[in-house]
């Protein structure tokens, strides 16, 4: 990825201090960093807002996690729901060349392809045919309809580059000493809209870092960024604002998978009914209550029930069963199997470090203490029994929780046959029969007991009052270019 910076921006960004409600806007994101200038595949949170912001695709988000036109300014959808017509903004590349439906095409083709054997290339799997009709006018085609497919293409993969550079809507340029990024929004008439002769009085530049959290709140609190995105769970108690720091802590509504994830299947791990012992002895309820979050929505199914038009199962996977009873039926499969084989009930725990893992881990402890299960935890990348997955959605569908397990990521434990499954909805074209199909899949991959779901992830901002246009979503992605935009 190539960045460079127009001459009118370059002074605006000479510094990248606490804005004050006008001049530049500091934004960090938790993560290591060096995660702001990953390329690839498998983008880091940093890097995903850096691409956002300069790399736009055919349609993008706005703060409230909704599908805006970008690339595309307008499109329609033919009424089986399997084709999507676009039809382009009048806009250039950097280099001033006009953005055609063919590199359109060809740009969208090789995302798709860079991306297969990755859990997004699953998703995009139903792409069938992109053509290029006329000189501003793309179709895409799919096998089968997808409600959600373009918040799937609004997703910072799929942003367009050619010769190195995006088409926007903001530019950038690497500050190699500091490791952060400095942006600024192009100019309307270079995005095929109207000029706006104030248009670099009204336009806020925003400087991007990737920071840990601890040193993302610590420069909050110093004053010294404006907006921190991007927290989770395991550094949620850090998410002070602080009593002179003038801003709120905002908490995502969102979406995906938290929980733990099963990397071996021996010894106590050999059979799913010992699996689901270790699953059912968590009081789901109480789990969270150490963080003081308000409003956490817990989890005991891989899919939630509301992912499905008519939810196939109660919320509570044991509904009716005391967390007493749930236990005495656990310990009883694990008393079971150290008996027979004489060893300890012991299982390796991999969480991300952080003040939120500590209290996680205290709290699954004396989960399983109870059932006669230790717990030994071991730094990430080392070889462990267990998992933490935190993940965001991408779209709402139970597809997509399905595809976070599928075999060829070889991520964690798995179902051939919940796979088998996934890919027949792929061709179906009736809604009832392909929700039965994932309903079906979802079984089949529960009764592997491939995961420990715990609930929904939590992502969570620091925000000044003199930020605008950020609003919380459930996606976890906030865009920049919003931020650099007058409210009126």
Not at 63 to 92: C, H, K, N
Not at 210 to 235: H, K, N, P, Q, W
Not at 312 to 332: E, F, H, Q, T
Not at 404 to 422: G, I, M, T, Y
Request: glycine share 8%; hydrophobic share 45%.
């Amino acid at each position: 990825m190539r960045f460079w910076l127009p001459l009118f921006a370059a002074a605006a960004l000479s510094s990248c201090g606490p804005s004050g409600g006008d001049g530049p806007i500091g934004v960090a994101v938790v993560g290591a960093p060096d995660s702001l200038f990953v390329d690839g595949v498998r983008l880091p949170l940093a890097a995903q807002h850096l691409h956002a912001a300069t790399n736009e695709g055919l349609v993008a988000l706005d703060p409230t996690g909704q599908v805006v036109p970008a690339v595309a300014e307008r499109w329609i959808v033919t009424d089986d729901g399997m084709s999507y017509i676009f039809r382009l903004r009048d806009s250039t590349w950097p280099d001033g060349e006009a953005i055609t439906a063919t590199d359109v095409r060809n740009r969208l083709r090789e995302a798709i392809t860079r991306l297969g054997g990755t859990s997004l290339g699953l998703d995009l799997a139903k792409v069938h045919e992109i053509r290029a009709m006329t000189g501003r006018v793309v179709e895409v085609r799919l096998t089968a309809p997808m409600p959600d497919f373009l918040r799937l293409l609004a997703q910072p993969e799929l942003g367009f580059v050619m010769n190195g550079s995006g088409a926007g809507p903001m530019v950038a340029s690497r500050d190699e000493e500091r490791d952060m990024a400095r942006l600024s929004a192009l100019p309307p008439e270079t995005r095929g809209l109207p000029a706006r002769e104030d248009w670099e009085d009204v336009a806020r530049p925003v400087s991007l870092q990737a920071l840990s959290a601890r040193s993302a709140v610590a420069a909050f609190s110093r004053g010294e960024i404006d907006l921190v995105l991007g927290g989770t769970l395991a550094d949620f108690p850090l998410a002070e604002a602080g009593p002179l720091s003038r801003g709120t802590v905002q908490v995502d509504p969102t979406i995906g998978l938290y929980g733990l994830a099963f990397r071996s299947e021996d010894g106590l791990l050999a059979d799913p009914a010992r699996r689901e012992a270790l699953s059912m002895a968590i009081d789901r309820s109480a789990l969270i209550q150490p963080f003081g979050l308000n409003g956490w929505r817990a989890a005991s199914w891989i899919v939630p029930p509301q992912q499905f038009a008519t939810p196939p199962y109660l919320d509570d996977r044991w509904a009716g069963a005391s967390i007493d009873d749930r236990r005495r039926v656990a310990a009883g499969r694990i008393a079971q199997w150290t008996s027979q084989s004489g060893k300890p009930a012991v299982v390796r725990v991999s969480l991300p470090r952080g003040p939120g893992s500590e209290l996680l881990l205290r709290q699954l402890a004396g989960a399983w203490a109870p059932i006669g299960v230790g717990i030994k935890q071991v730094p990430l990348g080392e070889r462990a029994d267990l998992e933490l997955r935190d993940t965001l959605a991408r779209y709402p569908s139970a597809r997509w929780f399905l595809n976070q397990f599928n075999c060829r990521l070889k991520a964690s434990l798995c179902s051939p046959e919940a796979d088998a499954l996934v890919r027949q909805s792929l061709m179906e074209r009736d809604a009832t029969a392909r929700e039965l199909l994932l309903i079906d899949a979802h079984a089949a991959l529960t009764s592997r007991e491939a995961f420990i779901p715990l609930g929904a992830p939590v992502r969570w901002s620091l925000v000044r009052g003199s930020i605008r246009n950020y609003l919380p979503n459930p996606w976890g992605l906030h865009p920049l270019f919003p931020l650099s935009q007058p409210t009126t």
